[in-house]
């Protein structure tokens, strides 16, 4: 079945980079998401990249995408204590109404 | 953008009681509602995909007569944990295709006592 998979926690320096790791089994993935959870409460999407695509850009995040090797990163550039968060990989073979799978988390520590 | 309401954001309850969970699409109409169960340090797994106006699908391992997944209109979707246990507290989280991809509620943190 589909597997996603992501390290559990990292912690930076408040103003470095934040980079978050994600690696997925499933090769039809078509969707992958990166989702924000603040602490009790819901998730919020954060970005997304198509698998046609190799990079994205937005304001201070950036998704970059290894089909080959299956693997997804999200940096999160001059990192702010408000960052602090647990961030979500997931992906979904065609989005819109099929299944999302989604990785443990990574909980990530801004240092001020 | 998209926003599904989800209520309550707390509950606790005493064990062997039932409670509802609503989730609510404001501004759009969502004919799928997946609902999703999280366990403390744990990712978010799916227990049920609900369709308008059709029965819901299960995952695996899920018991539907456990946790009754109404979908009655194109905008609330209810799921009704019965004769709830210790066992069932969790954090309960809706979620809805949209443009973008999903739009999620804020999560039901349910304790049974």
């Known amino acids: 079945g589909e597997d996603v998979e992501q390290s559990l926690f990292l912690s930076v320096r408040e103003g470095d980079s934040s980079v978050i790791n994600c690696t997925y089994t499933?090769?039809?993935?078509?969707?992958l998401y990166w989702y924000k959870q603040e602490p009790g409460a819901g998730l919020q999407l954060l970005t997304y990249?198509?698998?046609?695509?190799d990079m994205k850009q937005d304001q201070r995040l950036t998704v970059l995408l290894n089909k080959k090797d299956k693997h997804l990163s999200l940096r999160i550039a001059d990192t702010q204590t408000g960052d602090s968060a647990i961030y979500f990989c997931?992906?979904?073979?065609?989005?819109?109404?099929?299944?999302?799978?989604f990785g443990i988390g990574t909980k990530l520590q801004v240092i001020p | 953008g998209a926003v599904v309401s989800q209520h309550p954001s707390r509950v606790i309850c005493k064990s062997g009681t039932s409670v509802k969970i609503e989730c609510r699409s404001l501004?759009?109409?969502?004919?799928?509602m997946f609902w999703y169960r999280q366990f403390p340090k744990q990712s978010l797994m799916l227990m049920a995909t609900?369709?308008?106006?059709?029965?819901?699908?299960?995952e695996q391992g899920v018991e539907k007569d456990k946790f009754l997944i109404n979908h009655a209109s194109l905008t609330l979707s209810t799921l009704t944990v019965t004769s709830a246990h210790p066992e069932d507290s969790s954090f309960y989280i809706c979620?809805?295709?949209?443009?973008?991809?999903?739009?999620f509620g804020s999560g039901t943190r349910l304790t049974v006592v």
């Open positions: 979620s809805a295709p949209d443009s973008y991809g999903y739009t």
């Open positions: 499933d090769s039809s993935s078509t969707y």
């Open positions: 990249i198509f698998s046609n695509m």
């Open positions: 997931a992906e979904s073979p065609s989005g819109g109404y099929q299944k999302v799978t």
């Open positions: 501004d759009f109409q969502a004919t799928t």
């Open positions: 609900s369709n308008e106006g059709s029965k819901a699908t299960y």
